[in-house]
C-alpha cells in the first residue's frame, strides 16, 4: 500500500508542517505526522502562535509563571519552548539525513521587518537563544531583510526566507545567500553546516489574480464567451506557474 506523503522522498522533496501547538507536540500528534506521514520539518510565525495561544488554555500555567514579563516576551518565552521540543523530536532526522531535513523555523518579530540592523541582532540572539543546530530563523524578503539574510548566513546562522512572492525576488534573495557564503568562507569559515530554505508563496497570488480573473469573467458574461472562457481557464493557475518560474531560476543559479 503506497503512502504519497511519504513516497515523495524518493523524488527529492521534503513535507513540512506549517502548524505548530502544544498539545500536538505532548501528545503525540506530531510524532505521527513524522512517523506516519512523512514529515520532516516545521516552520512557525507569531500567527501561528498567536492562535495556538489565545485560541486554548494549555499554555495558561505556563503564562502564570512569566506574569512579570511584558507580551511579547510572554509570548517568546512560550515560543522557543514549543520550537526547542520541535527541534528536539526532529533531530533524529536531522542526523539520519546528514543535516538535509529535519529543521524547525523560528520567526524573527515582524515589528522589525523593516530594520536590518535589528533583524541581523535578533536572528543572532535567537539562533543563540534556543541553541540547537536544527533551528532555521525566519527572516522575511523585505529590502531590509536581504543584508540581514546575507550577514545572518556569514555568521553561520541557518535561514528560512519568508515572504517571496516574484521571480525576482528569488533572485535577490538567492544572491544574499550565496554572498553570505562566500563572505563566511573569505574569513575561513566552515559553510558545510549552513542550510537556507526560500519560502515561495502561493496561495495568495492565486488568491489575488483569480479575483481579477473572476472580475473579468462578469463583465464580460453576455458580452464575449471567448474572454469568459480563456478566464475562466485560468483560474487556479497562476501561483504554479509563477512557482515553475521560480524553480527554473533556482536550476539556472545553482545547476545552470
Do not use: C
Not at 505526522?33 to 495561544?53: C, H, L, M, R
Not at 485560541?55 to 509563571?65: A, G
Not at 527572516?139 to 512572492?165: D, R
Not at 550565496?178 to 574569513?187: N, V
Amino acid at each position: 500500500m503506497t503512502n504519497p506523503p511519504v513516497d515523495v522522498q524518493q523524488f527529492g522533496q521534503s513535507i513540512w508542517l506549517d502548524f505548530i501547538h502544544r498539545n500536538s507536540l505532548d501528545n503525540g500528534e506530531m510524532q505521527k505526522y513524522i512517523d506516519e506521514f512523512g514529515v520532516i520539518g516545521v516552520t512557525s510565525n507569531p500567527a501561528i502562535f498567536q492562535k495556538a495561544i489565545g485560541e486554548s488554555d494549555t499554555y495558561d500555567n505556563s503564562i502564570t509563571h512569566l506574569l512579570d514579563l511584558d507580551a511579547y516576551n510572554i509570548y517568546e518565552k512560550l515560543a522557543i519552548e514549543d520550537i526547542q521540543h520541535a527541534l528536539d523530536m526532529f533531530r533524529p532526522i536531522y542526523d539520519r539525513t546528514n543535516k538535509k531535513d529535519g529543521y524547525v523555523s523560528l520567526e524573527v518579530s515582524p515589528l522589525i521587518a523593516n530594520d536590518t540592523a535589528t533583524t541581523i541582532s535578533e536572528a543572532l540572539r535567537l539562533y543563540k537563544t534556543v541553541n540547537r543546530p536544527n533551528l532555521m530563523v525566519k527572516i522575511p524578503a523585505t529590502p531590509a531583510g536581504l543584508p540581514a539574510i546575507e550577514e545572518a548566513i556569514s555568521q553561520g546562522v541557518n535561514i528560512n526566507v519568508t515572504l517571496i512572492f516574484a521571480v525576482d525576488n528569488y533572485e535577490e534573495v538567492a544572491k544574499a545567500y550565496i554572498r553570505g557564503l562566500e563572505k563566511r568562507l573569505a574569513a575561513g569559515g566552515d559553510v558545510s553546516n549552513i542550510a537556507s530554505v526560500a519560502s515561495f508563496f502561493l496561495s495568495r497570488i492565486d488568491v489575488m489574480i483569480d479575483r481579477m480573473l473572476e472580475n473579468n469573467i462578469r463583465s464580460a458574461q453576455g458580452r464575449d464567451l471567448d474572454i469568459v472562457a480563456r478566464n475562466r481557464e485560468l483560474l487556479g493557475k497562476a501561483a504554479i506557474a509563477n512557482a515553475k518560474m521560480a524553480y527554473k531560476r533556482f536550476m539556472d543559479m545553482f545547476y545552470g
